[in-house]
């Protein structure tokens, strides 16, 4: 059971009301997060129905009622939630309409639909489970309250309805919830927004076709009278219309307002190769991006400054305002780099199964300066060549031929001459796979000539990596120096990599698992010492999988103690507050972290920068209520972003989904925006061709208020799709339906 059980109570008017609800405790444990009520102090109680599988047995349930001086210990409470999606007011209607057309929408007379729902449903039986939750509701707000003096005024009625909905969850309402949809009241699935509101409109409402149904001639208005003029006088700020607006209005402060028709906000994580290309962040803006993404895991402050000039500059030429968000880099665990591969580039044709060639290889040539190629090509390789004046000579149709890495004969063919941004560039077409190399010579054969050499330079490092299977023994060093040579091959009859983090070595144990590169390979580790961990791989690709630098470690099973906030990010906070919209906090475990964050805010007086909360950890997600209390103490925008790639592998996969629905409902509660992240439309952004599984994923990301994308080759194209689905009107009658209708019934 989830419910305190206390004694000891003051008898009150409203008791007999109580006494007898069929309100039902949540059978068993949730699946997800547990339910504690502890009070030290003295309070009031009523005997609700317990259900414990299919037997009923009443029980005292405590609603504390504190004394003026006697503020006790508080501890708020955890619930497991159900789905919600939370739909803006587009309306007009004051808070006032809203209820009075709600209590006026009952019929006169019992007759009808209603007077058949007598025969399934006791009214008086279900208007009594309903004040009773309604009670539950408040006493939860009166429990916490000490808590809630310490949020900001900004967010004071967010927190008290967060309350609510987790008083409303730590119930099992299941029963109360099929009554109500018997006689189409009230889905206390969808009132996450405004809790207090829908439970006393239901009231009112109930009130009313209960007088109605008993046919005793008394005055309607005087039976609802009551409790419908306390609710309004005392808690005119809980009203369905005010918490919609304040919803509205959090996600504006944070993410900024949507322009045009555009109901969600879209999210571009960007990185130096946005330096490469002066029209990307163009681009990006145009096709739909709001948001730019900054990863402060990666480049330096002069890449930074140089991706939010160009941001402000494009957004200020497209008039269309982008905001940019900061994400400190946090505790991760990751893998440390390897050493570089050698400065060459494959170059390979498309062959079909037979071995021959379909498709040439597509490569871009071009003089350094030109920079890179226009972003509706996709070549396969880039080349760069450092004499611009052999390009004078180049032309259509030309064969440019070279020795390759293995002093293999190739030939380039030129197919198409573009001019760029600042010089030209051509791309030609490679039948035969070639290792082309920094130094690599290139010269025209011509009929009669052999025309000038241009030299291949700045060919970048290969990225190194190591392919594991199952069955590998892995060693993670936790000194760089060691073992460099040892990442291409078996020494000992063990691979090598090294993390740098202390955290890692001195946190793990033998026989607890470890994750690498989001969960794609799986280990057990098998024994530690201070310096070393030996990890057997229990899980990789037929073929083995590739594991390469800077590729993130976790350890579900371990307790782990970081340090939520870095030296590193408090330097890179230096930079944030004077160049981002928003900050993202990576990494969030516990109230320590935002503590710590709120007090360096504070000393740099940046009570306006946003707060984004990524949501990536196990503890992070159970703690998401007490998480989002502690930072509504701050005036700060606030909002929180679901990570899936880490809070997969930490959680499980099987309940990912889940978990992301229960997000969706708690920060519904708290009217704060939600960004949905990680492998949006991958397969688009990486290949141009999405999966059935992606489409649907945006589709259920419309719940949220902005969608995240991650960089990738085919990012301006999948921007475009992300906001066709997201802002396509698929609720539209189509024609086709329309004729099925009388037409002076469609408006």
């Given at each position: 059971?989830?419910?305190?059980?206390?004694?000891?109570?003051?008898?009150?008017?409203?008791?007999?009301?109580?006494?007898?609800?069929?309100?039902?405790?949540?059978?068993?444990?949730?699946?997800?997060?547990?339910?504690?009520?502890?009070?030290?102090?003295?309070?009031?109680?009523?005997?609700?129905?317990?259900?414990?599988?299919?037997?009923?047995?009443?029980?005292?349930?405590?609603?504390?009622?504190?004394?003026?001086?006697?503020?006790?210990?508080?501890?708020?409470?955890?619930?497991?939630?159900?789905?919600?999606?939370?739909?803006?007011?587009?309306?007009?209607?004051?808070?006032?309409?809203?209820?009075?057309?709600?209590?006026?929408?009952?019929p006169e007379s019992g007759s009808g639909g209603f007077q058949m729902v007598e025969h399934s449903v006791n009214l008086a039986s279900l208007l009594d489970k309903l004040k009773a939750l309604h009670l539950h509701v408040l006493a939860s707000e009166q429990w916490n309250a000490s808590r809630l003096k310490l949020c900001h005024n900004?967010?004071?009625?967010?927190?008290?309805?967060?309350?609510?909905?987790?008083?409303?969850?730590?119930?099992?309402?299941?029963?109360?919830?099929?009554?109500?949809?018997?006689?189409?009241?009230?889905?206390?699935?969808?009132?996450?927004?405004?809790?207090?509101?829908?439970?006393?409109?239901?009231?009112?409402?109930?009130?009313?076709?209960?007088?109605?149904?008993?046919?005793?001639?008394?005055?309607?208005?005087?039976?609802?009278?009551?409790?419908?003029?306390?609710?309004?006088?005392?808690?005119?700020?809980?009203?369905?219309?005010?918490?919609?607006?304040?919803?509205?209005?959090?996600?504006?402060?944070?993410?900024?307002?949507?322009?045009?028709?555009?109901?969600?906000?879209?999210?571009?994580?960007?990185?130096?190769?946005?330096?490469?290309?002066?029209?990307?962040?163009?681009?990006?803006?145009?096709?739909?991006?709001?948001?730019?993404?900054?990863?402060?895991?990666?480049?330096?402050?002069?890449?930074?400054?140089?991706?939010?000039?160009?941001?402000?500059?494009?957004?200020?030429?497209?008039?269309?305002?982008?905001?940019?968000?900061?994400?400190?880099?946090?505790?991760?665990?990751?893998?440390?780099?390897?050493?570089?591969?050698?400065?060459?580039?494959?170059?390979?044709?498309?062959?079909?199964?037979?071995?021959?060639?379909?498709?040439?290889?597509?490569?871009?040539?071009?003089?350094?300066?030109?920079?890179?190629?226009?972003?509706?090509?996709?070549?396969?390789?880039?080349?760069?060549?450092?004499?611009?004046?052999?390009?004078?000579?180049?032309?259509?149709?030309?064969?440019?031929?070279?020795?390759?890495?293995?002093?293999?004969?190739?030939?380039?063919?030129?197919?198409?001459?573009?001019?760029?941004?600042?010089?030209?560039?051509?791309?030609?077409?490679?039948?035969?796979?070639?290792?082309?190399?920094?130094?690599?010579?290139?010269?025209?054969?011509?009929?009669?000539?052999?025309?000038?050499?241009?030299?291949?330079?700045?060919?970048?490092?290969?990225?190194?990596?190591?392919?594991?299977?199952?069955?590998?023994?892995?060693?993670?060093?936790?000194?760089?120096?060691?073992?460099?040579?040892?990442?291409?091959?078996?020494?000992?009859?063990?691979?090598?990599?090294?993390?740098?983090?202390?955290?890692?070595?001195?946190?793990?144990?033998?026989?607890?698992?470890?994750?690498?590169?989001?969960?794609?390979?799986?280990?057990?580790?098998?024994?530690t010492t201070s310096s070393e961990i030996v990890v057997s791989i229990t899980h990789a690709g037929l073929r083995g999988t590739k594991l390469g630098s800077q590729k993130s470690i976790n350890i579900p099973d371990s307790n782990i103690r970081f340090k939520g906030v870095t030296s590193k990010d408090l330097v890179d906070l230096e930079?944030?507050?004077?160049?981002?919209?928003?900050?993202?906090?990576?990494?969030?475990?516990?109230?320590?972290?935002?503590?710590?964050?709120?007090?360096?805010?504070?000393?740099?007086?940046?009570?306006?920068?946003?707060?984004?909360?990524?949501?990536?950890?196990?503890?992070?997600?159970?703690?998401?209520?007490?998480?989002?209390?502690?930072?509504?103490?701050?005036?700060?925008?606030?909002?929180?972003?679901?990570?899936?790639?880490?809070?997969?592998?930490?959680?499980?996969?099987?309940?990912?989904?889940?978990?992301?629905?229960?997000?969706?409902?708690?920060?519904?509660?708290?009217?704060?925006?939600?960004?949905?992240?990680?492998?949006?439309?991958?397969?688009?952004?990486?290949?141009?061709?999405?999966?059935?599984?992606?489409?649907?994923?945006?589709?259920?990301?419309?719940?949220?208020?902005?969608?995240?994308?991650?960089?990738?080759?085919?990012?301006?194209?999948?921007?475009?799709?992300?906001?066709?689905?997201?802002?396509?009107?698929?609720?539209?009658?189509?024609?086709?339906?329309?004729?099925?209708?009388?037409?002076?019934?469609?408006?």
């Open positions: 059971m989830t419910t305190s059980i206390v004694t000891n109570h003051k008898a009150t008017p409203i008791r007999h009301a109580i006494h007898s609800a069929d309100v039902f405790s949540r059978r068993g444990k949730f699946s997800h997060l547990p339910c504690k009520l502890n009070v030290k102090q003295s309070v009031e109680t009523v005997q609700l129905w317990a259900k414990i599988k299919n037997t009923r047995t009443t029980m005292t349930t405590a609603f504390a009622t504190p004394h003026e001086n006697d503020e006790g210990e508080r501890s708020g409470s955890h619930a497991c939630s159900d789905e919600q999606v939370f739909v803006p007011l587009e309306n007009n209607y004051s808070s006032n309409d809203l209820d009075e057309e709600a209590a006026g929408s009952l900004n967010y004071v009625e967010s927190a008290k309805n967060l309350i609510h909905y987790l008083a409303l969850k730590c119930l099992d309402i299941e029963p109360l919830k099929d009554d109500l949809a018997l006689i189409s009241l009230l889905n206390l699935e969808m009132v996450n927004s405004s809790v207090l509101a829908s439970l006393t409109t239901c009231i009112e409402l109930l009130e009313n076709l209960q007088l109605n149904s008993s046919r005793t001639g008394k005055d309607v208005s005087a039976g609802i009278s009551t409790q419908g003029k306390l609710y309004h006088q005392k808690n005119g700020n809980f009203t369905i219309n005010t918490m919609r607006t304040k919803a509205c209005l959090n996600r504006e402060l944070l993410l900024g307002p949507l322009q045009g028709s555009r109901c969600t906000h879209i999210m571009t994580t960007v990185g130096e190769e946005a330096l490469e290309s002066e029209t990307l962040i163009t681009d990006l803006i145009k096709a739909g991006t709001s948001i730019i993404r900054i990863n402060c895991a990666h480049g330096s402050p002069e890449s930074w400054s140089e991706i939010i000039r160009r941001v402000k500059r494009s957004s200020q030429m497209l008039e269309a305002p982008c905001r940019i968000l900061m994400d400190l880099a946090g505790p991760k665990l990751r893998t440390d780099n390897l050493k570089p591969g050698p400065c060459v580039v494959k170059v390979s044709a498309k062959k079909n199964a037979t071995g021959k060639v379909i498709f040439p290889a597509q490569v871009w040539l071009s003089h350094k300066g030109a920079g890179a190629p226009p972003p509706h090509l996709s070549p396969d390789a880039v080349l760069f060549i450092d004499d611009e004046n052999f390009f004078t000579v180049v032309k259509v149709g030309d064969s440019l031929r070279f020795f390759d890495a293995r002093g293999k004969k190739r030939m380039l063919k030129i197919s198409r001459v573009f001019h760029v941004f600042s010089g030209t560039g051509f791309m030609a077409e490679c039948t035969r796979t070639a290792y082309v190399s920094s130094g690599t010579e290139l010269y025209i054969k011509r009929k009669k000539d052999r025309l000038p050499v241009g030299q291949v330079v700045d060919v970048p490092p290969r990225e190194s990596s190591i392919r594991l299977r199952v069955g590998d023994l892995l060693i993670i060093s936790r000194d760089s120096t060691c073992g460099e040579d040892n990442s291409y091959g078996h020494v000992s009859g063990a691979y090598r990599i090294t993390c740098s983090s202390g955290y890692l070595f001195d946190a793990v144990k033998p026989g607890e698992r470890i994750a690498f590169d989001d969960g794609k390979i799986w280990g057990v580790i098998k024994g930079f944030v507050k004077s160049h981002a919209d928003m900050v993202g906090v990576s990494f969030i475990r516990d109230t320590r972290d935002i503590i710590v964050l709120r007090q360096e805010l504070e000393e740099r007086k940046l009570q306006n920068l946003g707060i984004v909360l990524k949501i990536e950890t196990k503890s992070g997600f159970e703690k998401l209520p007490l998480l989002l209390l502690e930072a509504m103490k701050s005036s700060n925008p606030l909002g929180v972003m679901i990570a899936r790639g880490d809070l997969a592998v930490e959680c499980g996969w099987e309940r990912l989904a889940d978990i992301q629905e229960e997000i969706l409902s708690f920060c519904g509660a708290a009217h704060l925006p939600v960004i949905w992240a990680t492998q949006v439309l991958e397969s688009l952004v990486k290949s141009r061709v999405p999966t059935r599984a992606e489409i649907t994923d945006v589709a259920s990301g419309r719940k949220a208020s902005c969608v995240m994308l991650n960089k990738g080759r085919h990012i301006v194209e999948a921007i475009s799709t992300l906001d066709n689905i997201l802002n396509s009107n698929s609720r539209q009658m189509k024609a086709e339906v329309k004729s099925l209708v009388p037409s002076s019934h469609l408006v």
